[in-house]
């Protein structure tokens, strides 16, 4: 019975979905509006079909005098169909796919589709990143107007500053995910596809990623791809600008674009790839009482790159500095704040004073996961000198001079 559409009678009433399977022993429906239900005492008054196969898609026709761009599918929600056999969220669709069920695209854009992973975001590592970057170089190489990266949106944010401080890019890189998956009736993937291409077509120049900007299907924002955070699990608007403004605002349906901070205009930067990236680095969330041999352990490891998410303005425990100052000396050790909004400034309290003299270097107003990516960068393309000098350098748009809190919606 799994996969097939079936009416039931339950409770009174009739029900119809697609049989979905079940853990508890209990019946279980994929209901039209997307929703599951589950029965124990049922009658099943009618199988109405049986899931079909999709035939093969025809390959994507290009419209003389629009621009072309190209489509990377990584995987992820957006890429995702419930898989009827196990009733788990999975990876299924192509490229060719994606664009297939959102027809508005081919208004925009010629659109050349590449599966270059079909994974889920948790499983992305930093060689996905650098096969990514180089794939997105050679799509700008070969003339496309930009690029659109689909992904899973829980570590979008990691692989879209990854993309930002390796690629020097005179055209729009989009990063776009959903957080329902396509076959779902709130799917906010396709607006959120439609407003990428809009900006893809658009005048800028750098790594960016787009998002639905509210809870309606009423625009899209474009956030810069190392100033964004995804910060709700379930929420259509789960994606924010930390410390910045959103670059922009992309209208739906009317894909009237409105800038609204600083940009890199398209043209502006000649294409370049820097592509190493040192794996040794480590992210660690300081809490009370984190003992210091934690930074013993990685050190010992062979690792020369720590980022601290410290507390408030950039602390941890005082009994850590005698252990940062014996490891600083060929360690980069970056100091960033959990709470994310705001700046850290370790020259307030004795505290930040002492880890200042011991070695650690101000993250300035970066988040921990962005620090996190700009350090493997940094090590990897320069000696251990350049790249503490270059921590508090604006490099990409990762540091404002000026904090900005979000916009109301």
Not at 20 to 45: A, H, Q, R, W
Not at 169 to 186: C, I, N, W, Y
Request: aromatic letters at 8%; glycine letters at 8%.
């Amino acid at each position: 019975m799994l996969g097939k559409r079936v009416r039931v009678r339950a409770k009174g009433k009739e029900f119809v979905g697609v049989v979905m399977p079940s853990s508890t022993g209990s019946f279980v429906l994929k209901l039209d509006n997307g929703y599951n239900v589950g029965f124990t005492e049922y009658e099943i008054v009618e199988v109405l079909e049986d899931r079909k196969i999709a035939p093969q898609l025809p390959p994507l026709e290009k419209r003389e005098g629009l621009p072309d761009v190209k489509i990377i599918s990584t995987g992820g929600t957006i890429a995702s169909k419930v898989d009827y056999r196990t009733g788990a969220v999975t990876s299924q669709f192509s490229a060719e796919e994606i664009v297939s069920e959102v027809p508005e695209l081919v208004e925009i854009c010629n659109v050349d589709a590449e599966l270059l992973y079909n994974i889920l975001s948790e499983n992305m590592k930093p060689q996905n990143w650098i096969e990514l970057a180089r794939d997105v170089y050679k799509a700008i190489k070969d003339g496309y107007e930009g690029v659109i990266i689909t992904h899973g949106t829980d570590t979008m944010s990691y692989s879209a500053s990854a993309l930002a401080f390796m690629l020097s890019t005179p055209s729009p890189v989009v990063f776009v995910g959903s957080q329902r998956s396509s076959d779902r009736p709130s799917s906010d993937a396709a607006m959120n596809l439609i407003c990428a291409a809009r900006t893809a077509i658009s005048d800028l120049g750098e790594v960016v990623v787009v998002m639905h900007g509210s809870t309606s299907d009423d625009f899209c924002y474009i956030h810069r791809g190392v100033k964004v955070r995804k910060n709700h699990t379930s929420r259509r608007d789960a994606f924010q600008s930390v410390n910045n403004l959103p670059i922009g605002r992309v209208d739906y349906p009317s894909g009237n674009i409105t800038w609204m901070s600083e940009r890199i205009k398209r043209g502006e930067r000649e294409l370049e790839l820097k592509d190493n990236l040192e794996e040794k680095v480590v992210l660690i969330k300081f809490f009370p009482g984190l003992q210091p041999d934690i930074l013993d352990y990685y050190y010992d490891k062979g690792y020369r790159g720590f980022v601290l998410e410290g507390t408030g303005l950039g602390h941890v425990s005082t009994d850590w500095i005698d252990t940062i100052k014996r490891i600083s000396d060929d360690s980069l050790i970056i100091m960033t704040s959990q709470c994310l909004w705001g700046r850290v400034c370790d020259r307030v309290y004795d505290t930040g004073r002492y880890l200042l003299q011991a070695g650690v270097i101000e993250g300035e107003d970066m988040l921990p996961e962005v620090a996190l990516i700009k350090t493997m960068w940094l090590l990897g393309n320069y000696d251990l000198e350049e790249a503490k000098r270059l921590v508090k350098v604006n490099l990409v748009g990762e540091i404002n001079p000026t904090t900005k809190y979000p916009v109301e919606t």
